[in-house]
Protein backbone atom coordinates (compact mmCIF):
# COMPACT_ATOMS: atom_id res chain seq x y z
CA UNK A 1 0.00 0.00 0.00
CA UNK A 2 1.73 3.06 -1.40
CA UNK A 3 2.24 5.83 1.72
CA UNK A 4 0.59 9.32 1.03
CA UNK A 5 2.67 11.76 0.42
CA UNK A 6 2.23 15.44 2.29
CA UNK A 7 3.72 18.24 1.82
CA UNK A 8 4.30 21.01 4.52
CA UNK A 9 2.65 24.37 3.96
CA UNK A 10 2.73 27.50 5.41
CA UNK A 11 1.38 27.90 8.98
CA UNK A 12 1.61 23.72 9.48
CA UNK A 13 -1.32 23.14 7.03
CA UNK A 14 -0.57 19.87 5.17
CA UNK A 15 -1.89 18.98 1.72
CA UNK A 16 -2.59 15.95 0.47
CA UNK A 17 -1.28 15.55 -3.43
CA UNK A 18 -3.89 15.63 -6.26
CA UNK A 19 -3.53 12.27 -7.18
CA UNK A 20 -4.46 10.63 -3.30
CA UNK A 21 -7.69 12.77 -2.65
CA UNK A 22 -10.81 11.35 -1.99
CA UNK A 23 -13.36 11.81 -4.71
CA UNK A 24 -15.87 14.63 -4.46
CA UNK A 25 -19.32 13.07 -3.94
CA UNK A 26 -21.34 13.79 -7.26
CA UNK A 27 -23.90 16.64 -7.02
CA UNK A 28 -26.58 14.55 -7.37
CA UNK A 29 -25.95 12.33 -4.53
CA UNK A 30 -25.66 15.38 -2.49
CA UNK A 31 -29.30 15.80 -3.41
CA UNK A 32 -30.44 12.62 -2.83
CA UNK A 33 -29.66 12.71 0.48
CA UNK A 34 -30.82 16.15 0.93
CA UNK A 35 -33.95 15.02 -0.35
CA UNK A 36 -34.40 12.20 1.54
CA UNK A 37 -33.68 14.39 4.45
CA UNK A 38 -36.06 16.69 3.48
CA UNK A 39 -38.71 14.17 2.57
CA UNK A 40 -38.30 12.65 6.23
CA UNK A 41 -38.82 15.65 8.03
CA UNK A 42 -41.92 16.58 6.04
CA UNK A 43 -42.98 13.25 6.51
CA UNK A 44 -42.53 13.66 10.52
CA UNK A 45 -44.19 17.39 10.80
CA UNK A 46 -47.49 15.97 8.39
CA UNK A 47 -47.41 13.25 11.28
CA UNK A 48 -47.51 15.83 13.91
CA UNK A 49 -49.82 18.29 12.69
CA UNK A 50 -52.18 15.08 11.92
CA UNK A 51 -52.05 14.29 15.85
CA UNK A 52 -52.13 17.96 16.98
CA UNK A 53 -55.68 18.56 14.89
CA UNK A 54 -57.08 15.48 15.65
CA UNK A 55 -56.68 16.32 19.37
CA UNK A 56 -58.48 20.24 18.54
CA UNK A 57 -61.19 18.21 17.10
CA UNK A 58 -61.42 15.73 20.03
CA UNK A 59 -61.39 18.82 22.49
CA UNK A 60 -64.10 21.00 20.22
CA UNK A 61 -66.35 17.99 20.00
CA UNK A 62 -65.98 17.47 23.59
CA UNK A 63 -66.74 21.29 24.09
CA UNK A 64 -69.87 21.06 21.45
CA UNK A 65 -71.17 17.70 23.40
CA UNK A 66 -70.55 19.55 26.87
CA UNK A 67 -73.00 22.62 25.38
CA UNK A 68 -75.72 20.24 23.73
CA UNK A 69 -76.29 18.54 27.31
CA UNK A 70 -76.47 22.04 28.71
CA UNK A 71 -78.68 22.92 26.39
CA UNK A 72 -81.09 19.47 26.94
CA UNK A 73 -80.93 20.39 30.31
CA UNK A 74 -82.46 23.54 29.79
CA UNK A 75 -85.20 22.16 27.18
CA UNK A 76 -86.17 19.60 29.85
CA UNK A 77 -86.37 21.73 32.49
CA UNK A 78 -88.63 24.23 30.37
CA UNK A 79 -90.69 21.04 29.06
CA UNK A 80 -91.45 20.80 33.05
CA UNK A 81 -92.49 24.00 33.36
CA UNK A 82 -94.64 24.39 30.15
CA UNK A 83 -96.51 21.28 31.32
CA UNK A 84 -97.03 22.41 35.08
CA UNK A 85 -98.86 25.71 33.54
CA UNK A 86 -100.97 24.19 30.90
CA UNK A 87 -102.40 21.99 33.75
CA UNK A 88 -103.09 25.10 35.52
CA UNK A 89 -104.55 26.59 32.38
CA UNK A 90 -106.65 23.99 31.50
CA UNK A 91 -108.04 22.95 35.41
CA UNK A 92 -111.89 22.70 35.74
CA UNK A 93 -112.03 25.12 38.33
CA UNK A 94 -110.03 27.78 36.90
CA UNK A 95 -112.38 27.47 33.79
CA UNK A 96 -115.52 27.54 35.34
CA UNK A 97 -114.17 30.65 37.65
CA UNK A 98 -113.08 32.96 34.49
CA UNK A 99 -116.91 31.51 32.99
CA UNK A 100 -119.04 33.23 35.98
CA UNK A 101 -116.41 36.02 36.35
CA UNK A 102 -115.19 37.37 33.45
CA UNK A 103 -118.01 35.98 30.87
CA UNK A 104 -120.83 36.61 32.51
CA UNK A 105 -122.26 33.06 32.00
CA UNK A 106 -124.05 31.33 34.92
CA UNK A 107 -124.97 27.48 35.34
CA UNK A 108 -127.66 26.22 33.22
CA UNK A 109 -131.14 25.36 34.76
CA UNK A 110 -132.72 22.04 34.38
CA UNK A 111 -135.22 22.95 32.05
CA UNK A 112 -132.61 24.23 29.50
CA UNK A 113 -130.69 21.35 28.89
CA UNK A 114 -131.26 19.19 25.73
CA UNK A 115 -130.20 16.09 25.05
CA UNK A 116 -129.08 14.99 22.07
CA UNK A 117 -128.53 11.54 21.15
Known amino acids: MPQ ?3 QKIRNGYFSVRKGNRKPKVSFLAQGNRLFLACSTALVFVAFALAFVWTNYQAIQMGYLTSNLHQERTQMIELNRKLKVELANLSSLDRLEKT ?11 PEQLQVVE
Open 4 to 6: VQV
Open 99 to 109: ATKDLGLVTPK
